[in-house]
């Protein structure tokens, strides 16, 4: 397993632009898939975007789609969540995940402490 540390949260007005990174411990971390969750208060962790290790296959969310984008630079052992156009349904804390090849929170073994991403209105 890998050990995962998110930064680059905080309070941003709607419409405004955060870019959340992932940084890794390990020197696997480029053969690992990465995913970003997020759960807001009184809901499900939900699934946000993912990167294969070689970074040339990316998904995400529905809800998400042509405002956030993931990458990973492997050299860094880092992956980065950018996120436009924010609005305030953004709002809740975003993990990084390592380790699964689906949508589902349970298929990752190895996760950061989380990141609050505060939008306002």
């Known amino acids: 397993q890998v050990q995962l540390v998110e930064s680059g949260g905080g309070l941003v007005q709607a419409g405004g632009s955060l870019r959340l990174s992932c940084a890794a411990s390990g020197r696997t971390f480029s053969t690992y898939n990465v995913a970003w969750f997020r759960q807001a208060p009184g809901k499900e962790r939900e699934f946000v975007a993912a990167?294969?290790?070689?970074?040339?296959?990316?998904y995400n969310a529905d809800s998400v789609k042509g405002r956030f984008t993931i990458s990973r630079d492997n050299a860094k052992n880092t992956v980065y969540l950018q996120m436009n156009s924010l609005e305030p349904e953004d709002t809740a804390v975003y993990y990084c995940?390592?380790?699964?090849?689906?949508?589902?929170?349970?298929?990752?073994?190895?996760w950061g402490q989380g990141t609050q991403v505060t939008v306002s209105s």
């Open positions: 995940a390592a380790g699964g090849s689906s949508r589902s929170m349970y298929d990752y073994p190895s």
């Open positions: 990167i294969r290790w070689s970074g040339l296959i990316t």
